[in-house]
């Protein structure tokens, strides 16, 4: 949980200077330690003007429209704040309590359930030692699997249970994090932005795929929509705070595609306002929707679900490994476990053949190109 709540903090995605785009990707690769913090004073940032608006829409998309209200100075607005704050840790540690209770719950289910599967391997030696599989045996050991069967699907049940706490504890989270984004106020478990080194951005996108949930479905469920490589569906909206891969025009008037976070989205003009990674809050983009790809959701489990992963000489946009820039490539080796990221070949005209050796890249910054495949 430490990890998820500071995972996108304002302070982790400090500023940076220009990225550089023209350059190749190998030549963008950062060289800097994987983390530390420059030295640099925090500066203090005004409240945005249109915070008490913004904020209180975070309030409404939670019901919670009376915890933020509308209020014309900065001084009123840390109270409302302050007040989402604690309503929001506050239920953040009933979550936790609730969680420790449903790991030892499972934890007892297991143990009750483990004198059955003793007495199947029991049973399943006596058939062997005499050498016979008689009518008791057939029916105890119905009796057996039936019970086992039950077991396993109770201890399932409460595992989901545990696993639905987690999410909403992350989304809590997450929503904290974007009011304390909009209200340029932090308390002292987030201290004001910090200039850091690029490479704990690049820290902080690892560990960001690395808990990336894997999709757990019930028997006969398909993977959701953002699972893997199945894409949103035609009328998503990605929510503010989410992570899109954005296609932007760089300085010199090329267009690249970049990692980026959800800013807003206007259903009048039918865009988004995004901001770039790698510069935020001083690179901030409106753009139109087909310019916009969401990230998965969740990982997709190669065990149960195959088809829902790119699969080997398919056309990707994908992040390269220690940079904030989407490019194309062909997968190589789609993932073989849960845990496994996708090898990909890189187009690169500086290699012989075009492609430059494969790279792992995680399931979280992989996703669909629509353009065609350079001959």
């Not at 500023?15 to 420059?38: D, Y």
């Not at 109270?79 to 209770?101: F, G, K, N």
């Amino acid at each position: 949980m430490a990890i998820s709540s500071v995972l996108w903090s304002p302070e982790a995605l400090g500023l940076w200077g220009p990225r550089g785009r023209k350059l190749s990707p190998r030549q963008r690769v950062s060289t800097e330690p994987v983390a530390g913090v420059l030295e640099d004073p925090p500066v203090a940032r005004p409240l945005p003007r249109s915070f008490p608006t913004r904020a209180a829409a975070i309030a409404d998309s939670r019901g919670g429209s009376n915890v933020l209200s509308y209020h014309s100075s900065a001084s009123e607005a840390v109270t409302p704040y302050a007040m989402a704050l604690v309503s929001a840790d506050s239920r953040i540690a009933e979550l936790l309590t609730e969680l420790h209770q449903l790991i030892k719950q499972t934890q007892e289910e297991r143990s009750r359930s483990e004198h059955n599967l003793v007495n199947i391997q029991k049973t399943h030696e006596r058939m062997q030692t005499e050498n016979k599989i008689s009518p008791y045996y057939r029916t105890k050991l119905r009796g057996l699997y039936t019970t086992a069967k039950a077991d396993a699907e109770a201890e399932c049940n409460i595992l989901r249970k545990a696993l639905d706490k987690i999410a909403e504890i992350k989304s809590l989270l997450e929503e904290r994090r974007i009011a304390a984004k909009i209200a340029g106020l932090y308390n002292d478990s987030e201290p004001p932005r910090k200039t850091m080194r690029r490479g704990v951005l690049m820290t902080l996108l690892q560990q960001s795929a690395m808990t990336l949930p894997l999709w757990i479905g019930k028997p006969g469920d398909k993977p959701p929509p953002l699972c893997g490589a199945i894409p949103a569906s035609g009328d998503y909206v990605a929510k503010p705070g989410d992570k899109v891969a954005a296609r932007v025009k760089a300085v010199d008037g090329d267009e690249q595609w970049i990692l980026a976070e959800v800013v807003s989205y206007s259903h009048a003009t039918n865009k988004y306002e995004v901001d770039d990674i790698d510069e935020e809050g001083k690179e901030r983009h409106t753009l139109s929707r087909r310019r916009i790809i969401p990230l998965p959701q969740w990982k997709a489990n190669p065990e149960t679900d195959p088809e829902a992963l790119f699969q080997k000489e398919q056309l990707v946009l994908a992040l390269y490994p220690q940079t904030t820039c989407f490019y194309r490539a062909l997968i190589h080796t789609p993932p073989q476990r849960p845990q496994d990221d996708y090898s990909v070949l890189f187009e690169d005209t500086s290699y012989a053949d075009g492609y430059s050796p494969p790279l792992n890249v995680a399931q979280r910054y992989v996703v669909a190109c629509k353009e065609p495949k350079k001959k």
